[in-house]
């Protein structure tokens, strides 16, 4: 894991040299007054991310690399920090930084993730085909590039097969749960919501298609993971609304009421 203390002095030191020998528009300022933004907009303080991001997009521009990557990085955090405010300024955002890295950096992960995150931000608008157009598009940058993250790459076949399934293509989307799942168990073990949510919406798609028994199964292997320490977190809630849902389908409101509470 991260050491984010020491990785912050290594980084304001490596910024300190830089400034000292290339002055205040050299890329590795901007690239580390981005990476700034990126840990503000982790602990959502926006206002910080927002006066960091216009920090940086005036050293963009001050230092004419208006068509670099770092412009690219700028649009991808850009888009992150405006996620709680203005999804259809968001839209636009990622849509400027998969431009910048299909023409400039067409094999990196970033790109990559800029296009899932598209494909998410099409998701959440209901555009199911655009969003499965994406995370394919995704999917094969990923497949291709040398720095990417497999946990990246499964939270996006995840977001295929949720695209998939309203599309009406479970089979498919099936295959992209299991995919998802697979990539999971392999990256970060089988104690962890990175698996088990995948798993769990398998077991849901399997349950709407009417295969309960197999459904139950499956959702039952997930429960047997889920350690006590996660109980509080979100994706053990998510899984068991699931599961109470499918219960509620089945009739079976009363044994549903724990699982939701």
């Known amino acids: 894991w991260l050491d984010e203390p020491r990785f912050q002095k ?6 300190q040299l830089a400034r000292q020998h290339f002055g205040t528009t050299h890329p590795v300022v901007i690239e580390s007054v981005i990476l700034n933004a990126w840990s503000s907009i982790y602990t959502q303080d926006y206002a910080t991310a927002d006066r960091l991001l216009g920090d940086a997009e005036r050293l963009i521009l001050e230092g004419g690399h208006e068509g670099s990557l770092l412009r690219a990085q700028w649009w991808l955090a850009r888009a992150e920090a405006l996620i709680p405010r203005d999804p259809q300024a968001r839209l636009e955002a990622l849509g400027q930084a998969v431009n910048f890295y299909a023409r400039l950096a067409p094999a990196d992960a970033n790109y990559a993730i800029a296009l899932a ?5 099409n998701l959440a608008r209901e555009n199911y085909a655009e969003a499965r157009a994406r995370t394919e598009a995704a999917i094969e940058v990923f497949t291709h590039s040398k720095n990417r993250s497999d946990l990246d790459l499964a939270a996006t076949y995840a977001n295929l097969g949720r ?12 295959r992209a749960f299991e995919q998802a799942a697979s990539l999971a168990r392999r990256t970060v073990g089988e104690q962890h919501g990175a698996l088990w949510l995948p798993m769990a919406e398998h077991a849901r798609l399997v349950h709407m298609r009417g295969e309960r028994e197999r459904a139950h199964r499956l959702f039952a ?12 977190t979100t994706v053990p809630f998510v899984i068991r609304e699931y599961y109470a849902e499918r219960l509620i389908a089945e009739g079976r409101a009363a044994e549903a009421v724990p699982e939701a509470g």
């Open 10 to 15: 290594l980084l304001d030191r490596r910024v």
């Open 163 to 174: 695209s998939l399934q309203n599309l009406g293509e479970p089979d498919k989307a099936e």
């Open 117 to 121: 995150n598209l494909a998410v931000a």
């Open 221 to 232: 292997a997930v429960f047997a993971l889920m350690t006590a320490d996660w109980v509080a």
